[in-house]
C-alpha cells in the first residue's frame, strides 16, 4: 500500500526566503507526481506534474525534482512571498492496480512579511 | 477553459439524514474522481470514474455512500444516512486521461454533520 508522508508539517519563514518542502513515498512504481496548493476554504491548485521518467520540472519561482528510486520528491520555492502562505500538498499516482492517487498531509506554509 | 464546478459550496444536516453533491468536470475530460478531506489531513480518493464507468470505489464506504456518472460528464455523489465522522471537504476533480494527465480541482463542498 503507498504511503506519502511530507515533512515538516508546518513551515515558517521570512519573506524573500528559498525554501524546500519534502515528499516522501513508499513505492516507487509511479506514473507520476503532482504538487498542488491549497489555500484555506479552497480547492487545490494544481502546481507542478512531474512523470516517472523525469527528473524535475519548473514553473515560475518553483522547481519540483522527483528521485523515484529513493522514492523522494522535493518542491523548492525561490524568493519566498506573503502570497506563498498556503498548505502544499504531494500526491503519487501508482503505476500498477488502479492507478490510485494517494495525497501527502500537506506543509502548512507561512511566509511572513 | 471554465474550471470543475461543484455545488453546494456549504452543507450543514443532522446525522441519519441524506445528503448529495454535484459536480461537473472540464468539458472534454473523461475522468473524474471524488475526494474526501477531513481538516487536516490530505485528501482521500473515494471513487474514480473512466466516461461513465467506475475504475476505483475500493475505499468508497458502499453501505452509506453511492455515486454515479449518468452520459460520462456530471457526477452526483450521495450519503445515506450520514454520520459525524462524514464531516469532511468533498471534492472532485477530473483529468483528460487516466495516466499521467494533470488533474484539476473544484472548490468543494464543506460539509458538517451535526
Known amino acids: 500500500k503507498q504511503e506519502v508522508t511530507q515533512i515538516p508539517a508546518a513551515l515558517s519563514v521570512p519573506e524573500g526566503e528559498n525554501l524546500v518542502l519534502n515528499c516522501s513515498f513508499t513505492d516507487s512504481a509511479i506514473y507520476n507526481l503532482q504538487w498542488f496548493r491549497q489555500d484555506p476554504g479552497k480547492g487545490l491548485t494544481s502546481l507542478l506534474l512531474i512523470q516517472s521518467s523525469q527528473r524535475e520540472q519548473t514553473s515560475g519561482r518553483l522547481n519540483a525534482s522527483l528521485d523515484k528510486s529513493s522514492g523522494r520528491s522535493t518542491l523548492y520555492i525561490a524568493a519566498s512571498q506573503p502570497g506563498d502562505s498556503a498548505t502544499y500538498l504531494c500526491a503519487v499516482k501508482d503505476s500498477g492496480g488502479y492507478q490510485k492517487v494517494t495525497f501527502g498531509t500537506g506543509t502548512k506554509l507561512q511566509v511572513i512579511p | 477553459e471554465a474550471g470543475v464546478a461543484q455545488s453546494p459550496r456549504y452543507k450543514i444536516i443532522e446525522k441519519r439524514q441524506s445528503v448529495a453533491f454535484w459536480c461537473n468536470p472540464i468539458?472534454?475530460?473523461?475522468?473524474l474522481y471524488w475526494y474526501q478531506q477531513i481538516l487536516g489531513q490530505g485528501p482521500k480518493l473515494l471513487i474514480q470514474f473512466q466516461n461513465n464507468g467506475v475504475v476505483d470505489d475500493s475505499q468508497l464506504p458502499k453501505d452509506r455512500f453511492s455515486a454515479e456518472r449518468l452520459k460520462g460528464v456530471d457526477s452526483t455523489l450521495k450519503i445515506q444516512p450520514a454520520k459525524l465522522e462524514d464531516s469532511a471537504v468533498y471534492l472532485c476533480?477530473?483529468?483528460?486521461?487516466?495516466?499521467?494527465?494533470?488533474?484539476?480541482f473544484g472548490q468543494g463542498t464543506r460539509l458538517t454533520v451535526v
Open positions: 468539458s472534454g475530460h473523461a475522468t
Open positions: 476533480a477530473s483529468s483528460q486521461g487516466q495516466v499521467n494527465t494533470e488533474a484539476f
